[in-house]
């Protein structure tokens, strides 16, 4: 009887577990009622757009995840301006002149961030370099 | 050689775990964010004026004289607590404080002002925080510099404490001075 019931357990966790991993983040959005526009590809243009904005209050989390007061003006702000018409970038470069960089979430590729780009697959390589170099001496000593 | 080989790892872990306990003790706070409207003109917006008929436009009134704009709101904590050092930017060292109301209560901010007494020399209303949006404004109160050329030098975010009033003194006599 316990054995059955503790297979029952660990087979509920895991349907619970893996909700949790394929559902979380369809949900995970604080976009309320009253926000959301009519015209469902323009809706869908400003959630991409919020998704990449980071909340300045909270800083770990995107706009379109925050409660923040300042996130829901800002994905008010997204969508107006989708409204009145303007492409994608012109919404980016709006949001980069007044907050810099930082309010992306992902960092643009220039000279001052060369190094948060490329510094982990030049640790990558010296790490493959070191396992090789490695392996060669264990098989050469094998070898011998 | 084999040695070596456990070393250098040893080392290089020890290095990076300095560097996080150098940016652990150092004096860095990662919620006081760089502005980026620094050396850039004052952005272009035109709103209600509080205790005029007329409207408030940036045009007309920044770019004659050094201004400190005070973000502000009466349900920010924050905002009472720094209220008397604004009122010492306007009284004591003689400096015109513009004040932006942020999504707030026109008749509460009155009797706010009617309280704790007024530094403000105008005072131009945010009602959707719109305003506080073009200013790269995160979290009020923040308080800006701006030149007599209309350009914003400097931008606190959060409360003006004893110590932000004396940095921001020294910069208003630096700008005065350059000028």
Same mark, same amino acid.
């Given at each position: 009887?316990?054995?059955?019931? &503790?297979?029952?357990? @660990?087979?509920? /966790?895991?349907? @619970?577990?893996?909700?949790?991993?394929?559902?979380?983040?369809?949900?995970?959005?604080? @976009?309320?009622?009253?926000?959301?526009?009519? /015209?469902?590809?323009?809706?869908?243009?400003?959630?991409?757009?919020?998704?990449?904005?980071?909340?300045?209050?909270?800083?770990?989390?995107?706009? $379109? $995840?925050? /409660?923040?007061?300042?996130?829901? $003006?800002?994905?008010?702000?997204?969508? $107006?301006?989708?409204?009145s018409g303007h492409e994608n970038k012109e919404i980016y470069d709006f949001l980069v002149e007044r907050y810099g960089d930082f309010i992306l979430l992902k960092p643009p590729l220039k000279s001052s961030t060369f190094a948060l780009w490329f510094m982990p697959l030049v640790f990558l390589l010296i790490?493959?370099?070191?396992?090789?170099?490695? /392996?060669?001496? &264990?098989?050469?000593?094998?070898?011998? | 050689?084999? %040695?070596?080989?456990?070393?250098?790892?040893?080392?290089?872990?020890?290095?990076?775990?300095?560097?996080?306990?150098?940016?652990?003790?150092?004096?860095?706070?990662?919620?006081?964010?760089?502005?980026?409207?620094?050396?850039?003109?004052?952005?272009?917006?035109?709103?209600?004026?509080?205790?005029?008929?007329?409207?408030?436009?940036? %045009?007309? %009134?920044? *770019?004659?004289?050094?201004?400190?704009?005070?973000?502000?709101?009466?349900?920010?904590?924050?905002?009472? !607590?720094?209220?008397?050092?604004?009122?010492?930017?306007?009284?004591?060292?003689?400096?015109?404080?513009? *004040? #932006?109301?942020?999504? !707030?209560?026109?008749?509460?901010?009155?009797?706010?002002?009617?309280?704790? *007494?007024?530094?403000?020399?105008?005072?131009?209303?945010?009602?959707? *925080?719109? #305003?506080?949006i073009d200013w790269g404004v995160y979290g009020i109160p923040e308080t800006f510099i701006v030149n007599s050329e209309g350009v914003i030098k400097y931008r606190h975010a959060g409360q003006v404490t004893k110590k932000i009033y004396k940095k921001i003194n020294s910069i208003l006599n630096e700008i005065?001075?350059?000028?």
């Amino acid at each position: 009887m316990l054995n059955k019931n &503790y297979k029952l357990i @660990v087979f509920l /966790n895991i349907i @619970v577990f893996l909700n949790l991993i394929f559902f979380s983040q369809n949900f995970l959005h604080s @976009v309320e009622p009253e926000e959301i526009m009519l /015209n469902k590809e323009q809706e869908v243009r400003a959630r991409n757009i919020s998704k990449n904005i980071r909340c300045m209050v909270c800083q770990n989390q995107s706009i $379109d $995840d925050s /409660n923040a007061p300042l996130a829901k $003006d800002l994905r008010l702000l997204i969508r $107006d301006k989708i409204k009145s018409g303007h492409e994608n970038k012109e919404i980016y470069d709006f949001l980069v002149e007044r907050y810099g960089d930082f309010i992306l979430l992902k960092p643009p590729l220039k000279s001052s961030t060369f190094a948060l780009w490329f510094m982990p697959l030049v640790f990558l390589l010296i790490g493959i370099i070191v396992i090789l170099r490695h /392996n060669k001496k &264990y098989i050469n000593k094998k070898n011998n | 050689m084999k %040695k070596k080989f456990f070393i250098l790892p040893l080392i290089f872990f020890l290095l990076i775990l300095l560097s996080f306990l150098y940016i652990l003790v150092s004096e860095r706070d990662p919620y006081n964010l760089p502005s980026n409207l620094i050396n850039r003109n004052v952005p272009i917006f035109e709103t209600d004026s509080l205790f005029k008929n007329e409207k408030f436009s940036s %045009k007309q %009134k920044f *770019g004659e004289e050094i201004i400190l704009v005070n973000f502000f709101a009466t349900w920010c904590k924050p905002c009472h !607590d720094e209220h008397k050092y604004i009122m010492d930017f306007a009284n004591k060292e003689k400096i015109k404080v513009i *004040g #932006i109301n942020y999504k !707030d209560n026109d008749k509460k901010v009155k009797e706010f002002l009617k309280k704790l *007494g007024n530094p403000y020399s105008e005072i131009a209303i945010d009602r959707k *925080g719109r #305003i506080a949006i073009d200013w790269g404004v995160y979290g009020i109160p923040e308080t800006f510099i701006v030149n007599s050329e209309g350009v914003i030098k400097y931008r606190h975010a959060g409360q003006v404490t004893k110590k932000i009033y004396k940095k921001i003194n020294s910069i208003l006599n630096e700008i005065s001075n350059v000028k």
